[in-house]
Nanobody, 124 residues
Framework: QWQVVESGGGLVQPGGSLRLSCAAS????????IGWFRQAPGKAREGVSC????????KYADSVKGRFTISKDNAKNTVYLQMNSLKPEDTAVYYC?????????????????WGQGTQVTVSS
C-alpha cells in the first residue's frame, strides 16, 4: 500500500523554526514528486512547496520563499520541509502529497497519495 505520513508539527513562537517530515512507504521518493500543502481554518488549501521526483526542480509559494526549504533524502525515503522565521499566518494543517514526476503547487489532481496532515501553530 502506497502512503505518505507527515510528522514534525507543533507549537512554535513567531520567528521560530520547525522541520516537517513526509515519510513514504510502499514506494520510493525517487519515483514520485512530493508536494507540501497547507490549510488554515476557513481558508482554501494552498500549495506551499514541492520537489520533483528527480529532485532537480523545486517550487515555493511566494509567501514562503526565503523562509522554507524543501529537500529529500532518498535513502530514508523522506522529504523534509524546513520552516524558518515562522509567522502567525503560517498556522495551518500541513499535508504532504505524492504523485507524478514534476511538481505543481496548483494542480492538486496530480497528487494521488495524501497524508493525514500535521498541525503547525505559530503563536506567542
Amino acid at each position: 500500500q502506497w502512503q505518505v505520513v507527515e510528522s514534525g508539527g507543533g507549537l512554535v513562537q513567531p520567528g521560530g523554526s520547525l522541520r516537517l517530515s513526509c515519510a513514504a512507504s510502499g514506494f520510493t521518493t525517487e519515483l514520485l514528486a512530493i508536494g507540501w500543502f497547507r490549510q488554515a481554518p476557513g481558508k482554501a488549501r494552498e500549495g506551499v512547496s514541492c520537489i520533483s521526483s528527480s529532485g532537480d526542480s523545486t517550487k515555493y509559494a511566494d509567501s514562503v520563499k526565503g523562509r522554507f526549504t524543501i529537500s529529500k533524502d532518498n535513502a530514508k525515503n523522506t522529504v523534509y520541509l524546513q520552516m524558518n522565521s515562522l509567522k502567525p499566518e503560517d498556522t495551518a494543517v500541513y499535508y504532504c502529497a505524492a504523485g507524478g514526476l514534476s511538481c505543481s503547487l496548483i494542480a492538486t489532481v496530480l497528487y494521488d497519495y495524501w497524508g493525514q496532515g500535521t498541525q503547525v501553530t505559530v503563536s506567542s
